[in-house]
């Protein structure tokens, strides 16, 4: 078999009324893991640990948990696999996760076929058994790895027991859950990445509301938002965030004013000296701005108003003018809406450019392998700022391309009459590289060419060298006649 998706759920105890606790999934494809998600809300923190569901709220009958489920199980249409899989399966059929005709399969009945001689095949006898050196935690991403790893041995052709298997000894190790440490390694966020989430989460929220509309997929990209960090629920901010997030989506519906709270919390995170010592000002508001771009592009569309309200939330923060984005997708935009027209190719060179800083592996909706055909189809290599601040004094000036107006030397003279410098290469001292403009009058067009290549490395390296469009410098040039 192989594609399946492996699920464990813990609940109240045995009856289907005591409700689901804990739902943890991984899907697989070809023996490996291509998706994962775990769904629980906490209610008591101190509890977690005992196993059995228990610290955390019954989460039967929540909608977004669900409806999210459901989309999972529509796009990784593969059969569920579980150990016991007739108790899971009530459960999740008697709460509508599932339906009665989804395809399951017992893990045990898997096991059993291959060794059919075990004493039992409860999932801590195999995991004495298959010799995984830990204990069972009772919590549902724990098992449902624990399974995987379980199923890996027993279908390993090469794999014998130890002589010491049979009689069955488990080997005694320090009780630890998936909640402590997922993924295994991780037990913390380092700061400088807590802040980069919550500056992503503003952006994300701030970018849903920009059409005025949350739809079923952007509520469960914020749902999705949420798992990724609830390994850290118990500690701030996200003790405080995610609460309010999972009780505003409870309904499974986004409202403004809950959306407006959401964002309150977290900017009274950013207000705090902790955060303030890491993030400036221009490095929280590009961070964010990525986020606008993940949340915008959440539903897989972008309209009319989203680019118009994305230009209105560029114009209110002319500070980040010459840093990396911030002056390409001004440019793109600008370009796009100058004929009042938005043709469907220009939208998609928008979604394009715009799908280099989404990161898919954080995204429930979007699709790496779309974003990169997409990208290839639409390929943007440099874009000339818009309405650049041109300043000489002091600034190191660059040329590359052929000018309509002026030859090089003609430029050299120009920014040295003018207090710059100027030089044949681009550098990290590098302030303004000018573009030439012979057959190509539109500043915010792409442009190409080893210097730009080079600019543009540089830029994305948090270098602020500006790539201008001659148009703009000339019209500096004329301003500064005119002083």
């Known amino acids: ?21 804990e739902v943890a999934c991984l899907v697989l494809q070809l023996n490996e893991i291509v998706h994962s998600e775990h769904f629980y809300l906490i209610e008591d923190a101190n509890r977690i640990q005992e196993g059995y569901g228990k610290g955390y709220a019954t989460i039967s009958s929540h909608v977004p948990f669900i409806e999210q489920f459901q ?17 899971d399966r009530k459960f999740l059929v008697h709460y ?18 291959i060794y059919p001689d075990l004493p039992s095949y409860s999932l801590e006898t195999c995991l004495q058994f298959f010799e995984m050196g830990t204990e069972q935690t009772h919590t549902a991403i724990d098992d449902v790895r624990q399974l995987f790893a379980i199923l890996q041995r027993a279908y390993d052709p090469e794999w014998y027991p130890s002589s010491n298997n049979p009689p069955l000894k488990a080997k005694k190790t320090k009780k630890k859950t998936q909640r402590d440490n997922p993924e295994g390694v991780r037990r913390f966020m380092p700061k400088a990445e807590l802040h980069k989430a919550i500056n992503s989460l503003i952006g994300i929220i701030n970018g849903m509301k920009f059409d005025a509309i949350v739809n079923d997929d952007e509520v469960s990209e914020l749902v999705h938002w949420c798992n990724l960090h609830r390994f850290l629920a118990n500690k701030p901010p996200f003790s405080d965030i995610i609460p309010v997030i999972d009780q505003a989506l409870e309904d499974g519906v986004l409202e403004p004013e809950e959306m407006d709270d959401i964002l309150w919390l977290c900017h009274q995170v950013m207000q705090t000296d902790d955060f303030n010592e890491f993030y400036d000002l221009v490095t929280s508001s590009i961070q964010q701005l990525e986020g606008i771009l993940h949340g915008v592009l959440s539903d897989n569309e972008l309209s009319d108003l989203e680019i118009k309200q994305l230009k209105a939330w560029l114009d ?15 440019s793109l935009i600008m370009s796009v809406l100058e004929d009042g027209v938005i043709t469907e190719d220009e939208r998609q060179s928008l979604v394009a450019f715009f799908s280099n800083f989404i990161d898919a592996k954080q995204s429930y909706n979007l699709n790496e392998e779309e974003m990169k055909t997409l990208q290839a189809k639409y390929s943007v290599e440099g874009i000339c700022a818009a309405n650049p601040s041109i300043s000489f004094s002091n600034k190191t000036f660059c040329f590359t391309g052929a000018s309509y107006r002026a030859k090089r ?39 190409y060419g080893r210097k730009v290549e080079k600019a543009v490395q540089l830029r994305k390296a948090g270098t602020q060298v500006v790539i201008v469009h001659e148009n703009d410098f000339w019209k500096q040039l004329e301003k500064k006649a005119f002083v």
């Not at 078999?1 to 606790?21: A, H, P, R």
């Not at 209110?316 to 001004?330: N, Q």
Request: aromatic fraction near 12%.
């Open 1 to 21: 078999m192989n594609e399946y998706i492996l699920v464990d759920i813990e609940t109240g105890d045995f009856q289907v009324e005591s409700g689901i606790k």
């Open 409 to 447: 030397n003609d430029f050299a003279e120009l920014i040295t009459q003018h207090g710059g410098q100027f030089t044949n290469s681009v550098t990290k001292k590098t302030n303004f590289l000018i573009v030439g403009g012979e057959g190509n009058p539109c500043w915010a067009f792409s442009c």
């Open 71 to 87: 989309r999972l199980t529509k796009r990784f249409p593969f059969p569920i696999i579980a150990h016991n899989v007739p108790f």
């Open 316 to 330: 209110e923060r002319a500070f980040l003018k010459g840093t990396y984005p911030f002056d390409e997708i001004d």
């Open 96 to 113: 509508g996760w599932i339906s009665p005709d989804h395809p399951t399969v017992d893990s045990i009945d898997l096991i059993r076929a």
